[in-house]
């Protein structure tokens, strides 16, 4: 039977490919979702990782830096650098909010930074400087070619004018570009004063991170201190969850299309081959061994369209890059083996209105003109 | 021709039951992620107009109401409501923060209101009548089931659920909305902020007009008289608000109806390519009876046609189906299927897909043979 399957799909192979190509592209569309998510939820943290301090002090009760919002009294930094076992810590301001620039709103994190602060700037530089003086902003360079800007021009946040200084790399997201403007610019537009967002707090050589984050919460009113791995993994695991009831949706979606996709295919190629399936249960071949061969047939399309599906998602993403540069898409090994599970079920899933087919087709029929 | 592809598409009824379900599939997926995309616009859309404003008071560069930080100046209500035609100028600020509950953290939208510009959709319970009293947005109570009179805690600071709104949601946030009595009391009692001058008192003002008095002349007057201000219609906030929206998840959308647009024409091509090499027999019959290539291009254009007329029906239904149980499931999310707009761009791109697809087997019933026609099966 098995060789009897592989002719079959051989003999139809334009159907058959149809059908994979179909049954790909609903795959992808689960993939491209999910990577979409994947992709933002990374960049989200990008300033985190990037900037990377032992630990995170920020107002009490917070722990994550997206969309939330943190006040901290700025002689609470004092504090912090007084005590034992911390090297240095540097503070920023910092709010969500829209940029203006080149006639178009870009929603971004904005992060005021002291003077000379390079150390929570930028890390990687396009052009230009990465430490904003008053009345400067560095802002992401994908984002100045979206808008058409250059260094030298002007952007806004609310009312408030910056001259663009500098143009950094792997800070733009759809959702969550890094803009980077002075301190003092942004109490202003913030109007506050002698309070900071969040501390990047290093630790002495031998202290221990987790250590270092409990004693500051115990020693200083007020405050929530969280080692730089567990602040990106609350802010990384709060984004990957506001996406994970619509990719559970588009999963079913997509799996409940490429099930009926591929019942179609089946469907068609037994049905074209009713004659011979009657031959064949004539010639004594158990309904076992047909439902066995449909069931592959079933599994050979969807495996196919997998397939398809993964090259397509990695092959095509420098060429989806290009088309649509802001979207930052990441496909995961988990991702990939969760889209094979379920490709496994609909393959099987998918094979059962052929399968009804085979089971009523008479064996008498085979000796009918 | 046409008798002929509807005697063909009653002929096998199975087959062509598989085939327009296979069809609706499609159209509901590319009606639901189009539904997805206008209803995270419509959200947007409505935190604006449900406000109740008729004009919209922001600071001097500030073009968004949502998600969005403005910040008016202490006199700027006063002098708004000396202004001719203005009735009363209502502020209302906003800030997002966290709230956390068993293990699940979001984002949510906190709306401050003093008397319009609260809730437009109340589901249950009441306005906020006291202080610690809010109104949530129904996905919040769905999520964390929350029931009217259950504690809402935020940075330490306990609320009570006095009552819960529809559509109050926008950019995958909830609102909760307090007043201003709330706000003092949240900001000065709990660990959100050092101090009041943390959030902006008043963000925007939402301008309540006289009968028979022209708003965009009103407009004109208050930015001309009140310092450090931008004035907006409500239609122009909401489509601003909409703007920023398409340019945040435009993109990844667009790509994403793309896929189904194309995966929609794969499975019309398939299925009309897979109905022609089913009958490739019959279309040697035709030919042996001195049918024309056009004709049978025709037939095989009209049956496709067939599917698509009938199947369009059962693809919206469908794809409302799955529209109703995401927003039950998830009511944060909004998936309006049925827009005029949405439906016919579909139906057309449906056409398109029909006209393509029959073009794939056309070379197949050019190089038939009609000698086929004396073949056995």
Redesign the interface.
């Known amino acids: 039977m098995l060789r009897w399957t592989l002719k079959t799909l051989w003999l139809q192979r334009t159907g058959t490919l149809a059908s994979a190509g179909g049954v790909a592209g609903a795959f992808l569309m689960v993939l491209l979702l999910e990577a979409v998510f994947l992709g933002e939820s990374t960049q989200m943290v990008s300033y985190i990782e990037h900037t990377s301090p032992d630990v995170w002090v920020m107002q009490h009760g917070v722990s994550n830096m997206h969309m939330a919002t943190s006040f901290v009294w700025d002689w609470k930094e004092d504090e912090v650098a007084k005590m034992s076992g911390v090297e240095s810590v540097s503070s920023i301001l910092y709010v969500n909010t829209v940029v203006r620039a080149g006639e178009r709103d870009w929603f971004a994190y904005v992060v005021g930074l002291q003077s000379g602060d390079a150390r929570s700037g930028p890390w990687d530089m396009a052009a230009g400087s990465p430490v904003p003086e008053p009345g400067e902003i560095v802002l992401p360079e994908m984002f100045s070619r979206a808008v058409g800007i250059q260094i030298g021009d002007t952007a806004t946040i609310a009312d408030t004018r910056f001259s663009v200084v500098g143009l950094s790399k792997e800070t733009f997201s759809m959702t969550n570009s890094v803009a980077f403007v002075n301190f003092v610019d942004l109490e202003k537009v913030l109007s506050v004063g002698a309070t900071v967002s969040y501390m990047l707090v290093d630790a002495s050589p031998g202290e221990a991170a987790e250590a270092l984050a409990d004693r500051i919460e115990t020693e200083i009113d007020k405050v929530s201190a969280l080692t730089q791995q567990e602040f990106i993994t609350s802010d990384f695991e709060m984004a990957m969850k506001m996406g994970v009831e619509i990719i559970f949706f588009m999963t079913i979606i997509g799996s409940m299309l490429a099930v009926v996709i591929i019942a179609f295919t089946t469907f068609v190629q037994v049905s074209r081959r009713f004659h011979e399936l009657a031959v064949v249960k004539a010639l004594g071949v158990q309904n076992r061994a047909i439902y066995g061969s449909v069931v592959l047939q079933s599994v050979f399309v969807t495996s196919l369209g997998y397939v398809l599906a993964i090259s397509a998602a990695v092959g095509a993403m420098p060429l989806i890059a290009a088309l649509v540069p802001e979207v930052i898409f990441l496909v995961s090994p988990m991702a990939l083996a969760r889209m094979g599970a379920i490709a496994l079920a609909v393959s099987v899933l998918a094979a059962l209105v052929p399968a009804r087919l085979v089971a009523g087709v008479d064996p008498v029929s085979a000796f009918k003109a | 021709m046409f008798r002929l592809a509807l005697r063909q598409f009653q002929f ?1 009824l ?2 062509s039951s ?2 327009m ?2 069809i609706a ?2 159209i ?2 590319i009606l ?2 189009r539904g ?1 995309e206008t209803g995270l616009y419509e959200q947007s859309r409505a935190a604006v107009l449900d406000r109740g404003a008729d004009l919209f008071v922001a ?6 109401f949502v ?5 008016l100046h202490q006199l700027a209500r006063r002098e708004v409501e000396a202004i001719e035609g203005v009735v009363e100028a209502h502020p209302v600020t906003s ?4 709230y ?1 509950n068993g293990g ?4 949510v939208y906190i709306l401050v209101y003093d008397i319009r510009g609260g809730p437009a959709n109340l589901l249950a319970g009441h306005m906020p009548a006291t202080a610690r009293e809010v109104v949530v947005d129904r996905s919040l109570a769905h999520k964390f089931d929350l029931a009217l009179g259950d504690p809402l805690v935020i ?2 600071f306990e609320f009570r659920v006095s009552g819960v709104a529809a559509d109050s949601a926008a950019f ?2 909830p609102f909760v909305f307090i007043t201003y009595d709330g706000m003092l009391d949240f900001v000065m009692k709990s ?4 101090d009041l ?4 008192l008043v963000s925007h003002l939402l301008v309540e007009l006289e009968p028979d008095v022209k708003a965009d002349d009103v407009a004109v007057v208050i930015e001309s008289v009140v310092d ?1 201000v931008d004035v907006y219609l409500p239609k122009q906030m909401a489509l ?1 608000d909409v ?2 929206g398409q ?3 435009g ?2 959308m ?3 109806v793309s ?2 647009y ?2 929609g024409l ?2 019309v ?3 009309v ?2 109905d022609v ?2 009958r490739m027999r019959m279309f040697g019959v035709l030919k042996a009876l001195g049918f024309r290539l056009s004709h049978l291009t025709s037939s095989v254009m009209i049956q496709t046609l067939m599917y698509l007329v009938a199947a369009f029906p059962l693809g919206t239904l469908l794809g409302w189906i ?1 529209a109703t149980l ?1 927003e039950f ?2 009511p ?2 909004r998936v309006p299927i049925v827009d005029a707009d949405g439906l016919a761009q579909t139906f057309f791109a449906g056409i398109f897909f029909a006209v393509l697809g029959g073009m794939v087997p056309l070379r197949l019933i050019a190089t038939i043979d009609p000698i086929v026609a004396f073949r ?2």
Do not use: E, H
Request: glycine residues 8%.
């Open positions: 096998d199975l087959r598989l085939t379900a296979a599939a499609v509901a997926v639901v992620l997805f600071q001097t560069g500030v073009t968004n998600a969005v930080r403005s910040s800030f997002s923060v966290i956390q699940q953290k979001v984002p940075s330490a995958f946030m660990d959100i902020a050092p001058s943390a959030f902006p450090n601003q703007q920023m340019g945040l998840f993109p990844v667009g790509l994403l896929v189904a194309v995966v794969l499975v091509g398939l299925i390519y897979a090499r089913g799955v995401i499931v998830a944060l999310y056995g099966n």
